[in-house]
Structure formats: C-alpha cells, structure tokens
C-alpha cells in the first residue's frame, strides 16, 4: 500500500532536549516536505527537498533541522525544543510534474513541548 | 508572493443543502490550485485540483470547483451535503516548481442532520 508514515504519531516532552521525528514513504517520491498545522492559521511550509541532499527552507524554518540522506526517509528535528512549536506536523510527498504535484500526507505527528 | 485566503473559518450547512466554501488566492504567475480535506484525526487527502486544463474541476465525493482568473477565485462546491462530509477544508496554490505550496487558514465544515 502506497503511504507515508511518521513516528511516532504523539509526543510529549520537556523544552530543550532533542528530538527526531521521522518521515519515510515508499512511493519512490522525490520531493517531501515537512509542515506544522496551528489553528486559525492552516499549514506552513517548514522544510522541503526536492531530492538526496536537496533541502530548502521553506516559511517557518527556525529551531527545525532536516536532512535527506536516502530518497524515502525525511527527518524533522528539533534541536532544542522550545514550547511555541507545540503543535501538529505533517509529512507530505510528491513526484514533479512541472507543476500541480499531488502530495500524499502522512497522518500526522502531535507535539507537545512543556 | 503567493497567498490564499479562505472566507469562513467555519461553515454549517443542513444535510441535503449546498455547499459552498469559498477560497480567493493571489499568485504573480498561472497558479496551480487545490482542495484538499482532512477528516479528524488524519492527514489531508486531495479533493480536487486545477493545472490550467478544464476551468470547471470534478473531484471526488461529489465535489467540484472552478477556477475563476478574473475572481482570483477556485471556490468549492457539492450540490447535496451529507453527514460524511463533515471535516475541515483546505484551499492550496503551488509555484510552477510544485514544491512549495501555500495553504489556506482552513475552513471546518459542520453538517447538520
């Protein structure tokens, strides 16, 4: 079955120790994405990558990290979190088209930093 | 810059009724539009999308949209509501590279029996 998957789907833990959310999907994707869901305020882009080792920012990047090591696997990772990135985060991913790219969500990851 | 703006946070309709969700962008280059819904719970899932074929795009679950350039408009509509429906809604633009992609604030469709 085609599908991104993340883990783990809840999480709670204390500002300042670090911590990895991991993305994989087996759809042979090139580009993923990573984003956070607030309310009131929809989904912001945090990171993206077009492809291995192709990474870029996207609108709400600071205190995350990415790397994109092997095609199918796109790791979020807060360094230090702190408490305003409590929140809900997908992983999504695509295949280019020259435009109009159809992303596949993961089921989301809720985050609660104290 | 592209944006997206939805009109309602939230949206209740009687089952049976129409419904209309309504979404305006802005975009400095032929944008590419979607729809996307997320049930509770879960991560979106594609409704529709619009990449400058049909102005008029079918969906699924009966769902359809059209694009309107002169509007700035792609708003969403299903003739006959059903309690199914009921989740939240999210209008999109992409760039022409596909990678980033704007959403909108989102909009809770409530469905009453």
């Known amino acids: 079955e085609a599908q991104v998957t993340q883990n783990p789907r809840y999480l709670i833990t204390v500002t300042g120790k670090k911590l990895t959310v991991t993305c994989s999907q087996n759809?042979?994707?090139?580009?993923m994405s990573w984003y956070r869901q607030d309310p009131g305020l929809g989904l912001r882009q945090i990171y993206y990558?077009?492809?291995?080792?192709?990474?870029d920012k996207g609108d709400v990047p600071e205190g995350y990290k990415v790397s994109r090591k092997e095609k199918r696997n796109f790791p979020l990772i807060l360094e230090s979190p702190s408490p305003n990135q409590t929140s809900l985060y997908f992983c999504?991913?695509?295949?280019?088209?020259?435009?109009?790219?159809?992303?596949?969500f993961g089921p989301g990851t809720r985050l609660l930093v104290l | 810059a592209q944006s997206v703006t939805q009109l309602g946070s939230h949206v209740s309709v009687s089952e049976g009724a129409l419904v209309l969700l309504r979404c305006n962008y802005s975009?400095?280059?032929?944008?590419?539009l979607f729809w996307y819904v997320q049930y509770p719970n879960q991560g979106l899932q594609l409704l529709l999308k619009?990449?400058?074929?049909?102005?008029l795009v079918k969906g699924i679950n009966g769902f359809e949209a059209e694009f309107k350039k002169s509007e700035t408009s792609f708003h969403l509509t299903k003739p006959s509501a059903h309690m199914s429906d009921a989740a939240e809604y999210f209008c999109?633009?992409?760039?022409?590279?596909?990678?980033?992609?704007?959403f909108g604030a989102g909009t809770r469709l409530f469905v009453k029996a």
């Open positions: 999504a991913s695509s295949s280019p088209q020259g435009g109009g790219e159809t992303q596949y």
């Open positions: 759809m042979n994707h090139e580009y």
């Open positions: 990558s077009m492809n291995v080792e192709v990474t």
């Open positions: 975009s400095s280059v032929p944008p590419y």
């Open positions: 999109a633009v992409s760039d022409t590279g596909g990678f980033k992609t704007i």
């Open positions: 619009y990449t400058s074929a049909a102005t």
